[in-house]
Every structure is written in C-alpha cells, then in structure tokens.
C-alpha cells in the first residue's frame, strides 16, 4: 500500500468544508432559489452585500462565472474591456468574454498585477468610425499570476477616478480580495469603494467547497440574476452550499492570518535553496511564485519530480512555479514543502 503524504500547494481550491460547515450545511433551511425562496442563499447575499459595502449581491456557482456575467451586464457586444494582461479573465477564463459576451479583450501590461490609470487612459477609445468603444474596465485583486500581491489603493483609487470621469464602469475580479483585505489591515470596503462590481471566491481562501458572489447596485444585481439563469446557473436547493459560504464568512480570519505566514516561511526557505528565488517583499498573500530558473529545471520537469515525493504544485512556465497556501496546510507541511525541493536539488 503506498503511504505517501501528499503536500497539495496547487492551490486555495483544494480545501475540504469545515466541521462547522458540514453541521450548517445539514441544519440549513432551504427553498428554491429560482424563486427566491432560499432563506439561507438570502441571507448570504446579504450578509455579503453589507460586508462589501455594496446594494446587493448573487451566489453565483463559480469565480468564472461571477466574472461573465459582470462583463455580460456592464458592456454590449462590439465593445472593449480594458484588463491587465496576465489577469485571470484573459488567460484563464476560456475566451468567454470574447465566446459569450462578445467583447475585444484589450490587454495591457501591468506593473506587479497593477495597470495604472495613464497607461489605461491612452488605452480608453476615442471617437472614430473605425474603432470600438470602451465598455469596462478591470482589475484583479489580489493579482494571481503577479503572486497574489495586493494593488496599492493609492493607485485603485486613480483609476476609479478616471473610469468616473470616462463614464466606464469599473470590475474588480476579486477572488482573493478578502485575502487582499487581510494584508493591508483594512476593512474590505476601503477597497470595493473603487468599483462598481466585484466577485469575490467562497471556494478560495475562504475556504468553502464551492461558490463565488457577485455584488454591485440592485440595479447590477437585477440584470446579473437573469444572465445567471441565462448561462444555467438558477440553482435551486443552493442553501446546502451557501450554508458553508456563510461560515466561510464568518470563520475565515482564524485561518487566513496563519495561511500568509505559511507563504512567507515558505518563501523564506525557499529563497535559501541554491538557485531557487522567491521575491519576499511580493509575498503579501498566500501565493508566491518561485523562480527556479537557475536550477537547471525546467519548471514542468521539476514539478514532475516534486510529484513524485508527494509535493503537488502548478508550473506558471518554465521557469516560474506557483505554490498556494490554504487551510489544508499547516506549518510543518511547509518544513516538508522545502525539505522535498531541498532533496531534489541536492
Ligand atoms: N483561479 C484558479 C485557477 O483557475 C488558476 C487558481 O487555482 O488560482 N479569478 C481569479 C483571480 C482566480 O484565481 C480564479 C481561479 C478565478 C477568477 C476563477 O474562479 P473559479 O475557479 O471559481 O471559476
């Protein structure tokens, strides 16, 4: 029988519901959402409404989703979206605002996951017979392929600004925001103030199996609840799961605070590793990114060998992996974590 332990740092997504969770999640009382009729998803979308500071909000089944429909409600088809060009909407999410919403995705490079609102504003269409309009602008908080770093509010609230003047409605992909929130010891609000919508992921650092929530004005949640019936995502009985979004919400601060000390000592020891580097000051989350360029490896081969002794991670290309830290890690699972690369490299 093999007893190998596995160290799963892939990502947030992998972690399993709480005891409380499961003990919500049985006592939850349903109806059919469809309907409006789901007390437990109704208080989630409250209770998630007032913590981000906006009129409303809709469990929607995914972060993927959550992000389609903002760009589906905010923009027509023909139009432009202004995003950052290693953001999760334009690399990962199948080309479903170019597929679904018809929208032209119109990258930009960003500094640390951040674009800054000159570089956004030469980017904003003029009028001219050859060209589209710009329909929307986003921004990724706590930016994932920049190593979960957190966007300088300073600079949030500029291009916030901007978008105000330009009449452009302004999307925050938040998955991990609340993990943002955490790093710069704000209340959430200080950061959802410089947007008109923003998804955030139950199923992330927060913890929860599945579900992500959408907020913005009622008028924003109204169009957004139709679109979700639209792409299948009316679903029903949803109180079972919502149940668990609601203790994420409740519960996430006991382990959020020891997940971002778990990257930054992984960090740290593997920044002493020969010829492995991880930027420290760019740890602010529970993602870091390792550059192993100077190894030899190739980041795929090596993430093979780091499979094999039960270390599981993502290759972000060939010479960067991205390790995750979440509720299912703990300190002595990072000690092993760095003893297995360590070994490898030896
Ligand atoms: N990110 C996943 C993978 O898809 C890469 C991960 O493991 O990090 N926005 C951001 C910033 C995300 O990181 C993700 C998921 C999503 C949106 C999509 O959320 P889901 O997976 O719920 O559709």
């Known amino acids: 029988m093999n007893t190998q332990q596995i160290f799963d740092f892939r990502s947030d997504t992998v972690t399993h519901p709480t005891e409380e969770m499961l003990k919500e999640i049985v006592k939850a009382p349903l109806g059919d959402d469809v309907y409006g009729d789901d007390e437990t998803v109704n208080l989630l979308e409250a209770k998630t409404a007032e913590l981000m500071g906006k009129e409303g909000a809709l469990f929607v089944p995914s972060g993927t989703m959550g992000n389609l429909i903002a760009v589906l409600a905010h923009t027509t088809p023909g139009q432009e979206v202004i995003l950052e060009e290693s953001c999760h909407i334009y690399l990962y999410e199948v080309a ?30 003029q009028e001219n017979i050859h060209f589209p309009e710009t329909g929307l602008i986003c921004l990724e908080n706590t930016h994932n392929m920049a190593g979960g770093v957190v966007l300088p509010l300073e600079e949030m609230r500029k291009v916030y600004e901007l978008a105000k003047i330009k009449e452009i409605p302004l999307h925050i992909d938040g998955a991990r925001i609340i993990n943002a929130a955490h790093h710069l010891k704000v209340d959430v609000k200080e950061i959802t103030q410089y947007a008109d919508s923003v998804m955030f992921c139950l199923s992330k650092g927060l913890s929860a199996p599945i579900g992500s929530m959408l907020v913005g004005t009622k008028d924003f949640i109204k169009k957004a609840r139709k679109l979700r019936k639209m792409l299948g995502g009316g679903m029903r009985q949803v109180g079972i799961i919502a149940a668990a979004g609601l203790v994420a919400l409740r519960d996430h601060s006991q382990w959020m605070e020891e997940d971002h000390l ?37 980041a795929y081969d090596l993430v093979n060998r780091m499979s094999e002794k039960g270390l599981l991670v993502n290759p972000r290309n060939e010479r960067l992996i991205r390790f995750v830290t979440h509720r299912g890690i703990n300190n002595r699972d990072v000690e092993a974590a760095i003893k297995i690369v360590k070994e490898i490299l030896a």
């Open 262 to 298: 778990n990257a930054k000592k992984l960090a740290f020891g593997l920044n002493l590793i020969d010829g492995v580097r991880v930027n420290l000051d760019k740890v602010h989350t529970n993602i870091l990114m390792a550059d192993i360029s100077e190894t030899g490896f190739n």
């Open 96 to 125: 479903g605002i170019a597929r679904i919403a018809g929208v032209q995705a119109k990258p930009i490079k960003g500094k640390d996951g951040m674009i800054l609102a000159k570089d956004i504003e030469g980017a904003i269409r």
